[in-house]
């Protein structure tokens, strides 16, 4: 029987070298890298969790709920215009599930009794581009968690309703400035003195016309 050690082919720094290389190819066309934007750069991440979304499948015979996708759901603020959106994306693929504005007439509540999910209505999310109605459901891994997705949902919706009443007393407040203008305006108007013409001036325009005429002829 023959040695294993005489069949095992003889490796010296030649045949080393060659193993070890790894070839290294340009590519014909070189391609610039390029920043994707996610349309999250302007906005502030006010919370961040794991959990699992399903909506209500109300086109379906019978209506069911369908689950939609597990990944990060978060609660974003945009630093100008001030609105909050839920945004929500599926792992691996980052497609997005949910994408809609908080709204202070959002309610959640709980899911068939269950301490650690919650159902909601809105009426426009744009997880298909499209906006449309939608029922929603969110699971979270404890009622631990689930608490504290609620308490800042009705947080950021408090804060939503805030900035729409400041608004409002804006807008009236300038209302009332315009209207304020216009009166003063019309008022000016109204008491400015008009200049009455007298006989003597009228007779003094009429003795210039006969003037300028009589020269005008010589």
């Known amino acids: 029987m023959a040695d294993i050690k005489d069949t095992e082919p003889e490796i010296n720094a030649e045949n ?32 961040k969790m794991r959990a699992k979304l399903f909506r209500f499948a109300s086109e379906n015979e019978p209506p069911e709920w369908k689950e939609r996708g597990t990944g990060d759901v978060k609660l974003l603020k945009h630093r100008e215009r001030g609105t909050v959106r839920l945004l929500m994306r599926r792992d691996k693929t980052l497609k997005i599930c949910a994408n809609h504005y908080l709204t202070p007439l959002m309610e959640l509540k709980p899911n068939a009794g269950s301490d650690r999910a919650w159902v909601w209505n809105t009426y426009a999310d744009y997880a298909d581009e499209a906006p449309k109605p939608e029922l ?19 947080e950021c919706q408090k804060e939503v309703k805030g900035k729409a009443t400041k608004d409002t007393d804006k807008s009236d407040a300038a209302d009332k400035i315009s209207e304020k203008l216009e009166e003063l305006s019309v008022k000016e108007e109204s008491h400015s003195p008009k200049k009455e013409v007298t006989k003597e001036e009228t007779k003094e325009e009429s003795a210039n016309e006969e003037t300028k005429e009589e020269i005008g002829r010589a």
């Open 16 to 47: 080393a070298d060659d193993s070890n290389h790894d070839p290294h190819f340009e590519p014909i066309v070189s391609l610039p890298e390029q920043d994707i934007k996610t349309l999250e750069e302007d906005e502030e991440e006010l919370f």
């Open 136 to 154: 929603l459901a969110i699971r979270f891994l404890n009622a631990e968690n689930a608490q504290k997705f609620k308490a800042k949902f009705e």
